[in-house]
């Protein structure tokens, strides 16, 4: 199967005072439709970096981001912001809802931007939000709705463009631990259902036991968990 997410040599430096800060450099990761990857690390290793680049919203310093097979990152802006809305769906920590809609409205609103009409639109976050454990709760606005669910919908929006690409970082991260394992079940299933690539980003190795796969990153170099395991 083909990678629909690939990262090739790809480095991302900071200026600092008149010098330079390097993140990571020289990182190469793979994504395939049907995946779940856990992308784990500390706080301040360059996780969420890596995740903007991976999402075309940061370019690298060097290497290349490709997305389906084909060179994303140096593309125009236009043509990075119809790839973000087309095949990548984010899900970050704060759930970013606006307050004013319904959890309904929440996941319509990104749907007719990107052109759908409403009715289409309304069917397709209903169904989202009903697999999300959502279903009486259409009509609540965020501020009625628990940190759990608000969340939910955040997930429910993020997959409303029906995106190639998952991209979460630490999307229960601000939740306890209770909610978050619900969330997460709730992000699982339906990512598989969905037949999405995804990469997770969290400090939590319990949850990322739980994915296909997980990456550390660490000290700049990012490698397979199972490896760094066997060698530690």
Do not use: C, W
Not at 50 to 67: D, K, R, V, W
Not at 211 to 228: C, I, N, T
């Amino acid at each position: 199967m083909a990678d629909i997410l690939r990262l090739e040599n790809v480095s991302r430096r900071y200026r600092e005072g008149e010098g330079q800060l390097e993140i990571f450099r020289d990182l190469n990761l793979t994504l395939r439709a049907g995946e779940i990857v856990a992308l784990v690390g500390q706080s301040g290793v360059g996780k969420s970096s890596l995740l903007h680049m991976a999402g075309l919203l940061e370019t690298p310093s060097g290497g290349e981001i490709y997305i389906d097979g084909m060179a994303a990152s140096r593309l125009p802006d236009q043509e990075r912001t119809r790839i973000r809305r087309d095949m990548i769906g984010f899900v970050y920590q704060a759930h970013h809802l606006l307050p004013e809609f319904d959890a309904l409205e929440n996941v319509v609103m990104p749907q007719m931007i990107a052109g759908r009409g409403r009715s289409e639109a309304a069917a397709e976050a209903r169904r989202l939000l009903v697999a999300l454990g959502l279903g009486t709760r259409l009509t609540h606005r965020p501020a009625q709705l628990s940190g759990g669910e608000q969340q939910r919908v955040a997930i429910a929006r993020a997959l409303a463009n029906k995106p190639r690409i998952l991209l979460a970082d630490e999307p229960t991260g601000n939740l306890d631990p209770r909610t978050s394992g619900g969330v997460f079940d709730a992000l699982l299933q339906v990512t598989r259902a969905e037949g999405l690539a995804a990469l997770i980003a969290t400090h939590n190795f319990q949850l990322a036991d739980r994915m296909d796969r997980a990456l550390v990153l660490e000290q700049g170099r990012l490698v397979d968990r199972a490896s760094a395991s066997a060698s530690a």
